[in-house]
């Protein structure tokens, strides 16, 4: 790899971190007790916690590092629907009611998420772009439009095909074959908007506690004794929100999920000319491989960040990110010579039938297993799970039952993640 790939001063971390530092190291001990203790301060526990401590619970949130380290504060900042899925497949699984409503939850949680961000007034550069979902062969494109033609009724989202020859029009790139547009799908900044939870629940009364990992969770006297290094909460309901950090602590959850890196770069600042020739709509856009490319300009419209699985094993982000910066310069030869300043990763969780999980097994509340798509699903979910556990009427979903699944001799560690890219990858080479 060239030096020069990256600008001085570069860091592996988090672009968003530079305008959304992640609060700092406090050394406050936990209460000996709480109502609700809530493992995880991303989008799930945060939403969660909100919704409890307004309900007037006593909340305490604990996160091994500062609050929002995982993937809260890292990820894409692109906003969908973000049900995996399809009806048919669905349908297939679960039965054509379950499907629908399962399909639903998708679209909710997207209106949700927007109409959360407007109401609770939190300023974190969200706006309604669109997505270009782009084609990477012709056999895609023609997928794209039978879906988009025969979407199930009732369940029709707005989306419309930009052909090849129009394509200049969503993306300055001459890589894809065509795509669709969804203009409902919107972008924020991801470290910002978790400030703006973390401020609200705070807000409303719920503790949050940084660096103070959970190492043990025992259940005892109508509750559970939460233990961690700076001393332990005797507390009524735990909620797991760990998703793809899940560790040993709770292995029931941590079978069930599968953790996979996501890598992103930001290029240096770049001039408007050439972003907006790039991006014309200044869209949020993803393609059609297995092995998905996600990209989109940053808020101020000054850098592309570039996001994908380029690893075979979990890497260094010094080592991904030449290789985003060729698959980058592959879709936009214009950026060749544009230099990196933030490279970084973070872990989502996939689970085995690539929906979200939640609920409670053996008395602990879960939410988890966005699989890559948890800014609306985790915001969405975590606030279902908060009214599960206050016991309201809200905090039911279509997903409630399902069963969550694992694999025999799997226990949290993903040995067949190799194969499984070198799969995919060769799927999206042969054009299928
Ligand atoms: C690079 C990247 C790009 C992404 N892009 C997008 C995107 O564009 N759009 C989209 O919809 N989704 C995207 N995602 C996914 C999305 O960010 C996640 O699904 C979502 O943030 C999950 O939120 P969460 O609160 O469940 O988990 P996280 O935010 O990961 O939080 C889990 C927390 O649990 C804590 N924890 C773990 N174990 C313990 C313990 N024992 N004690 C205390 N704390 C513990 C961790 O420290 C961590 O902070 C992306 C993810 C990544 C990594």
């Not at 619970?57 to 500062?66: G, I, M, N, Q, T």
């Not at 969780?349 to 602990?364: E, I, M, N, V």
């Amino acid at each position: 790899m060239t030096a020069s790939l990256f600008a001085p001063g570069y860091q592996d971390m988090p672009y968003w971190w530079e305008a959304a530092p992640r609060p700092a190291t406090s050394d406050e001990s936990p209460p000996g007790q709480a109502d609700i203790v809530i493992v995880g301060s991303g989008y799930t526990g945060l939403s969660a916690a909100l919704v409890a401590a307004r309900a007037g619970r006593d909340v305490l949130v604990l996160d091994a590092e500062a609050a929002g380290w995982g993937c809260s504060s890292r990820n894409g900042g692109q906003v969908s629907t973000s049900i995996k899925p399809g009806y048919a497949d669905l349908a297939k699984r679960h039965g054509p009611e379950r499907a629908f409503a399962i399909r639903r939850e998708g679209m909710t949680a997207l209106d949700w998420i927007g109409d959360f961000i407007r109401t609770e007034g939190i300023d974190c550069d969200w706006e309604v772009v669109g997505r270009f979902h782009a084609a990477h062969n012709p056999v895609q494109y023609e997928t794209l439009a039978k879906d988009v033609a025969n979407q199930p009724k009732g369940l029709e989202i707005p989306a419309h095909m930009v052909p090849r020859a129009e394509q200049h029009s969503e993306i300055g790139s001459d890589y894809y074959h065509g795509g669709v547009v969804y203009p409902r799908h919107a972008a924020l900044d991801p470290a910002k908007y978790h400030l703006g939870l973390l401020e609200r629940a705070r807000a409303a009364g719920a503790r949050v506690i940084g660096h103070c990992p959970v190492t043990a969770i025992e259940r005892g006297g109508g509750g559970f004794t939460v233990a961690t290094p700076r001393g332990s909460v005797a507390a009524r309901n735990v909620a797991i929100c760990t998703n793809g950090y899940t560790g040993t602590v709770t292995p029931w959850q941590r079978r069930r999920v599968i953790p996979i890196g996501s890598y992103i770069i930001a290029t240096e600042e770049l001039p408007t000319e050439l972003t907006s020739r790039l991006s014309p709509k200044n869209r949020v856009m993803s393609d059609t491989r297995k092995l998905i490319f996600y990209y989109r300009l940053s808020p101020d419209r000054r850098r592309v960040l570039f996001g994908g699985r380029v690893a075979y094993k979990e890497t260094d982000p010094r080592v991904s990110a030449p290789r985003l910066h060729d698959w980058m310069s592959l879709i936009f030869p214009e950026l060749r010579e544009v230099r990196i300043t933030h490279s970084w990763v973070g872990f989502v969780a996939y689970t085995f039938d690539t929906l979200p999980h939640l609920g409670q097994q053996d008395g602990l509340y879960y939410a988890m297993g966005y699989c890559g798509s948890g800014v609306s699903l985790a915001s969405y979910f975590g606030w279902r799970l908060g009214h599960k556990i206050v016991g309201s009427a809200e905090g039911k979903t279509a997903l409630d039952g399902l069963d969550f699944q694992t694999r025999p001799f799997y226990t949290g560690n993903p040995w067949f993640l190799a194969a499984s890219i070198a799969y995919y990858k060769w799927r999206d080479k042969r054009n299928v």
